[in-house]
Structure formats: C-alpha cells, structure tokens
Nanobody, 123 residues
Framework: QVQLVESGGGLVQAGGSLRLSCAAS????????MGWFRQALGKEREFVAA????????NYADSVKGRFTISRDNAKNTVYLQMNSLKPEDTAVYYC????????????????WGQGTQVTVSS
C-alpha cells in the first residue's frame, strides 16, 4: 500500500491555472502507475489523467486533453497535475490514486487513494 496526500487545490477564475501535487509515502513510488480522478457534486467520479511507472505513457480524458498535463518526479515521490485554461465545469474534488500495474487509466485498477483536494473555478 502507498499513502497519498494531495495539495494545491483552491479557487481560481475561469481561464486561470492551478497545479495539484500528490505526495506518496510507503512502498516504492516508482512501482506504481499514478492517476488523477475527479468528482463533481452530484456526479460520479471520473478519470482525468494517468501516467505510467516511468512517465513514458500518459493518457487524458477528452474533456481535459490539451489543457491538463500529468507528470511525476520519482525522486520526490510526487505526481503533479498542471491545469491550464480552467473552466467552471472543471470544478470538482480531485483525487490522486495509485495502481500496482505498470500503467492503467481504469478506476478499478487503482487501489490506493488520497483524501482529495477541492478545485473551484468561478465564471
């Protein structure tokens, strides 16, 4: 198991940017694929972005492609989500998650989850 703690959420105006961070502790961070998911009020949790062990493979939801970038620093045990050109519909609680697979973007493959960080985009 790996423990995950997200940070970096907040309130931003539409068109602005935020960078989320997820710090991991526990077992070897570089052995986990990492993902970001989000859940808006009254909606189901949805996939946002994922990155493989080494960072060589990434995947994005169509709704964030071209605006969000996922990256990782295995030396710092941290994964990031750079969010640009934010829209009100990006408002949600953002969760960091870890999968013991080399790479996945399926929620069911992620066994460790952070507590979430709120992102609110005002119009």
């Amino acid at each position: 198991q790996v423990q995950l703690v997200e940070s970096g959420g907040g309130l931003v105006q539409a068109g602005g940017s935020l960078r989320l961070s997820c710090a991991a502790s526990g077992r070897t961070f570089s052995s986990y694929a990492m993902g970001w998911f989000r859940q808006a009020l009254g909606k189901e949790r949805e996939f946002v972005a994922a990155i493989s062990w080494t960072g060589g493979n990434t995947n994005y939801a169509d709704s964030v492609k071209g605006r969000f970038t996922i990256s990782r620093d295995n030396a710092k045990n941290t994964v990031y989500l750079q969010m640009n050109s934010l829209k009100p519909e990006d408002t949600a609680v953002y969760y960091c998650a870890a999968s013991s697979l080399e790479y996945s973007s399926y929620e069911a493959d992620f066994g460790s989850w952070g507590q979430g960080t709120q992102v609110t985009v005002s119009s």
